[in-house]
């Protein structure tokens, strides 16, 4: 009898300690989030795709927890603006990917915030791309460090123009390996703390940069795998891709080896996905749509989940799920105080994660971008069309199947028109934000000219804004603008970052808003080369760049209120004021 009291005694103490032990993992655990950027669910080797070798990605799928359908929205900004908040990117005000159209509103709540009132350190380095001044900010979304560049693409990935925490900084080597040094210097700085770090790469996004090392093994290289419609493929295009994603891969090791060599893998969960489909036409697992497509390859990515001891090494879940899950989902698996002051579109996903059997109701996912709006729900997709897809059998979306499921059809359809009644509704036809300067919590702000409008002979340098510059500025009828709002009074510092030939020094300009008005003068010539031809691997969409000059123009006061910002000339000597880049105002 005493024997077995001693035995009971002792599983009681094991079962305590198992669980207590349990608890401690549970406790707090720390968050990385990887996001790529314009990252197929075909281009890992994992998927099945032989051109490609992903061995680090492969091995987190392995060890971790696979989403089989896992949806994002079809392009960038929107998809970052669903998984910080939760709720589809409409209801947030994002509409476009620049020009202030990235946006996410400012009476959004996100996920570094939540994470950040539970005492995590926070930080983000990468591609923001849901807003550059504050508020709009990473460092006034709850991020306490950030390091990189908040627009939408950038036009150099060989030690770039980059800002940290609002100031101009000079990148060091290839981007993707430098953001990932910063988050090994973070975890490093840290490990004794819960943390929450947000790694936005910006690759296989173009323009198609990526070093030698990595160029070499795909510049030749015979591809055995190709897409459904092999006669749209770029094979060159495909080759820098696979190319950027292997080296991704290098950088995912990197982090996972720093977490083990910290012994923080038992209380850390790293999650991988990509922010949409394929940028280009390239193997994809057979399905329709690219990038910017609602169809199943716009907006279907890989998504893999980590956290040693705790979630089922190897364990594939099928049920369908999305970006706007992951707020919900990692608030839950932390146990942080979550309280969100607006209604959540996503669903904690820990019943799936954590549980043999889970209880899970039949959900529908949403996917919507420029007037398309897509309906998936675990069998079935609703496209754009109104035709529906068994995908369960046809994952290609070949055969129509709405006559034959009308009933299905005509439920996804009603579905589809109270989504768009209820949520597009959000969206204001008009967006009446300005672009605010002078944040009295925040000393830099950067006036790009991405964000400008051009008047008279002045044009852009490309037609996609992001990393533009303007050009072409002649007369001194020509003017820059910006429709501003002051947030609070201030003296500020302005500086330009501009470039002129020799033969056209001399211009004087102004700078004005409301009453105010500040001048300057280009007195020393500064003339670079286009850069970036140098270093991609096929020929870019996007504007290339200069090494833009810095020129302090003196201090500004303004005052709290909205108005038109203006750059115009005054005196033109030459045949021209200079090639404008940016403007940073320094609160001093």
């Known amino acids: 009898m005493i024997m077995t009291r001693l035995f009971f005694l002792l599983a009681c103490i094991v079962t305590i300690t198992s669980s207590c032990n349990q608890s401690e993992k549970a406790a707090n655990p720390n968050i990385i989030l990887i996001l790529t950027d314009d990252q197929g669910w075909g281009d890992l080797s994992i998927s099945g795709n032989t051109n490609i070798e992903t061995p680090n990605i492969d091995r987190l799928a392995e060890t971790g927890i696979t989403f089989d359908r896992f949806y994002v929205s079809p392009v960038c900004s929107p998809t970052r603006a669903e998984m910080l908040t939760g709720r589809y990117h409409p209801r947030g005000g994002v509409y476009s990917t620049s020009a202030g159209g990235e946006r996410l509103d400012l009476d959004e709540s996100t996920i570094a915030e939540y994470f950040s009132s539970a005492g995590y350190a926070t930080a983000a380095y990468g591609k923001w791309h849901n807003g550059m001044q504050p508020p709009y900010h990473p460092n006034s979304r709850g991020l306490d460090d950030f390091y990189g560049f908040c627009s939408g693409h950038w036009g150099n990935y060989f030690s770039p123009m980059l800002e940290h925490?609002?100031?101009?900084?000079?990148?060091?080597?290839?981007?993707?390996?430098?953001?990932?040094?910063?988050?090994?210097?973070?975890?490093?700085?840290?490990?004794?703390?819960?943390?929450?770090?947000?790694?936005?790469?910006?690759?296989?996004?173009?323009?198609?940069?990526?070093?030698?090392?990595?160029?070499?093994?795909?510049?030749?290289?015979?591809?055995?795998?190709?897409?459904?419609?092999?006669?749209?493929?770029?094979?060159?295009f495909t080759r820098a891709a696979l190319a950027m994603c292997e080296n991704i891969d290098w950088n995912v090791g990197r982090i996972m080896e720093k977490v083990e060599e910290l012994e923080l893998a038992e209380n850390t969960i790293i999650i991988y996905l990509s922010d949409n489909g394929p940028n280009g036409w390239r193997w994809n697992g057979g399905m329709k749509g690219r990038k910017g497509s609602t169809d199943e390859g716009g907006v279907r990515v890989p998504m893999f989940m980590k956290w040693k001891g705790v979630l089922q090494p190897g364990k594939k879940i099928n049920e369908i799920a999305g970006a706007i899950d992951l707020l919900p989902t990692l608030a839950d698996l932390a146990g942080i105080d979550f309280q969100p002051e607006k209604p959540l579109d996503g669903v904690s996903l820990k019943p799936l994660l954590t549980e043999t059997n889970p209880t899970w109701n039949e959900r529908l996912i949403y996917s919507f971008w420029a007037g398309r709006t897509s309906v998936r729900n675990q069998q079935f997709r609703l496209d754009n069309e109104g035709k529906l897809f068994d995908m369960e059998s046809d994952s290609g979306q070949h055969e129509d199947v709405s006559e034959k499921f009308p009933e299905i059809?005509?439920?996804?359809?009603?579905?589809?028109?109270?989504?768009?009644?209820?949520?597009?509704?959000?969206?204001?036809?008009?967006?009446?934000?300005?672009?605010?300067?002078?944040?009295?919590?925040?000393?830099f702000t950067h006036i790009p000219a991405r964000d400008g409008i051009a008047h008279g002979n002045i044009q852009r340098s490309n037609r996609f804004p992001n990393d533009s510059f303007f050009t072409n500025w002649e007369s001194t009828s020509d003017s820059i603008t910006w429709e501003a709002e002051v947030l609070s009074d201030g003296?500020?510092?302005?500086?330009?970052?501009?470039?002129?030939?020799?033969?056209?020094?001399?211009?004087?300009f102004e700078l004005n808003f409301a009453d105010e008005k500040l001048t300057g003068q280009i007195s020393e010539a500064h003339n670079p080369t286009l850069q970036g031809m140098e270093n991609d691997r096929v020929e870019r969409m996007e504007s290339y760049v200069k090494d833009f000059k810095p020129l302090k123009l003196g201090t500004i006061h303004l005052k709290k209120g909205k108005g038109i910002l203006t750059l115009k000339a005054t005196e033109i000597p030459g045949k021209q004021v200079m090639d404008f880049r940016l403007m940073v105002l320094k609160r001093i």
């Open 409 to 443: 059809t005509t439920q996804l359809l009603q579905a589809k028109k109270n989504w768009e009644a209820e949520v597009l509704s959000e969206l204001p036809e008009t967006d009446e934000r300005t672009f605010t300067i002078g944040h009295p919590e925040f000393k």
């Open 165 to 236: 925490n609002g100031e101009i900084v000079k990148g060091n080597g290839f981007l993707v390996d430098d953001l990932t040094d910063r988050g090994i210097d973070f975890i490093e700085g840290n490990k004794n703390r819960p943390f929450f770090l947000y790694l936005p790469y910006n690759t296989p996004h173009s323009p198609m940069q990526v070093p030698e090392r990595w160029w070499n093994k795909f510049e030749n290289k015979d591809l055995e795998m190709l897409h459904r419609e092999p006669e749209k493929e770029d094979i060159a």
């Open 491 to 508: 003296d500020f510092e302005v500086e330009i970052y501009y470039t002129c030939p020799p033969e056209d020094v001399g211009a004087l």
